[in-house]
C-alpha cells in the first residue's frame, strides 16, 4: 500500500507562485512513476503533469507546459509540482499520483495510488 499526502495548496492571486508538494510512503519510491492531475468543480480530472521514476523524463499538459514544472527527490521520496503565472483557470483540487509498476502517462488509469487532494484557489 502506498499513502500519498499532498500540501501546499492556497490562495494565491493571477500571476503569482505557488509549489505542491506530495509525500509518499513505501521503501520503494524511486522506482514510481509520479503524476500531477486536478479537477475543477464540475469538471473531470484532468492530467497536468508526469515524471519517469529516474526524473529524467517529465511530461505537462498544453495548458501548463512553460509555466509548471513537475520535479522530485527520491531521497526525500517527494515529487513536486512548481506552479508559476498562475491564471484563475488553474483553480482546482490538485492530487498526486502513483504507479509502482513505474508508468507516468497522461491517463488517469496507469495510476494505483492517489492522494486525497489540495485546494488551489487563484483570483483574479
Known amino acids: 500500500q502506498v499513502q500519498l499526502v499532498e500540501s501546499g495548496g492556497g490562495l494565491v492571486q493571477a500571476g503569482g507562485s505557488l509549489r505542491l508538494s506530495c509525500a509518499a510512503s513505501?521503501?520503494?519510491?524511486?522506482?514510481?512513476?509520479m503524476g500531477w492531475f486536478r479537477q475543477a468543480p464540475g469538471k473531470e480530472r484532468e492530467f497536468v503533469a508526469s515524471?519517469?521514476?529516474?526524473?529524467?523524463?517529465?511530461y505537462y499538459a498544453d495548458s501548463v507546459k512553460g509555466r509548471f514544472t513537475i520535479s522530485r527527490d527520491n531521497a526525500k521520496n517527494t515529487v513536486y509540482l512548481q506552479m508559476n503565472r498562475l491564471t484563475p483557470e488553474d483553480t482546482a483540487v490538485y492530487y498526486c499520483?502513483?504507479?509502482?509498476?513505474?508508468?507516468?502517462?497522461?491517463?488517469?488509469?496507469?495510476?494505483?495510488?492517489w492522494g486525497q487532494g489540495t485546494q488551489v484557489t487563484v483570483s483574479s
Open positions: 499520483a502513483a504507479s509502482p509498476r513505474g508508468y507516468y502517462g497522461s491517463g488517469p488509469r496507469v495510476y494505483d495510488y
Open positions: 513505501g521503501r520503494t519510491f524511486s522506482s514510481y512513476g
Open positions: 515524471i519517469k521514476s529516474s526524473g529524467d523524463t517529465t
